[in-house]
Every structure is written in C-alpha cells, then in structure tokens.
C-alpha cells in the first residue's frame, strides 16, 4: 500500500542558490547533499516536522524538459496554522510573496510565493 509522498521534485537553474533560498529564507531542513552523476547534486530539503522532502533537481530526469518546468506554479501547497504571520515572517526574510493572503470562497487563507527561479507554490490555512 502508498502510505504517504516520500518528495516533491523542483526543478532549478542553480542548486547552490536554491539551497540557500529553502534553507536560510523558507527555514527548511536540508536532508541530503550529495555528488549525483554527471556532476549533478542530489539535494533535498523539507519544511520543519513534515515527512515530504523537496528535491531541488537540475539538469537530470525529464528528458530535457527541465527548463520548462522552472517558473511555473509547482502544484506543491504548503500549510501553515497561520497563514498571516507565516507571510510575515517570510516576507522579513526577503521571499516574495505573488498573492498576498486573503480569505478565499472555500473557507480558508491562502497565499502564493515564488522561490529564486520563480516557482510557485501555494500557502493555505487558517
């Protein structure tokens, strides 16, 4: 039986920018960093307490498709228990947020923000 998503794949233009980028301005964990074939590193992070790691990937598994896949919307939603503070404190540090956070028609909060390459992810919850 799946139990659960082990991660997420993110495609970058630069694993050492994107590195710094999850780590010193989201406050996620990094999990691995480690040589990867054709020079590549295999580095993967993850919000503080959640089981799903990112993989901050470049230049390997999509057939060459990965430029197109950096700048778009991820699909990757996070949650927070409070979605205005969470804006505010990551907005100190410098992330840019595309969508402030507003009530939506569904009942919750959300918010989207853009990583170094510009991808997006959502920000849902109270």
């Given at each position: 039986?799946?139990?659960?998503?082990?991660?997420?794949?993110?495609?970058v233009r630069d694993q050492e920018k994107a590195l710094d980028f999850y780590v010193n301005k989201l406050g996620f964990e990094k999990l691995q960093d480690a040589p990867f074939e054709g020079g590549m590193r295999w580095i993967e992070v993850r919000p503080q307490d959640a089981?799903?790691?990112?993989?901050?990937?470049?230049?390997y598994g999509a057939g060459g498709q990965e430029e197109a896949r950096i700048g778009n919307f991820t699909g990757i939603v996070f949650r927070s228990e409070n979605v205005q503070a969470t804006y505010e404190e990551l907005s100190g540090r410098g992330v840019h947020f595309t969508e402030t956070p507003s009530m939506q028609f569904w009942g919750e909060v959300w918010a989207q923000f853009v990583d170094q390459d510009g991808n997006a992810f959502g920000l849902g919850g109270k």
């Open positions: 039986m799946i139990g659960q998503v082990q991660f997420a794949t993110v495609w089981q799903t790691g990112h993989v901050l990937a470049m230049g």
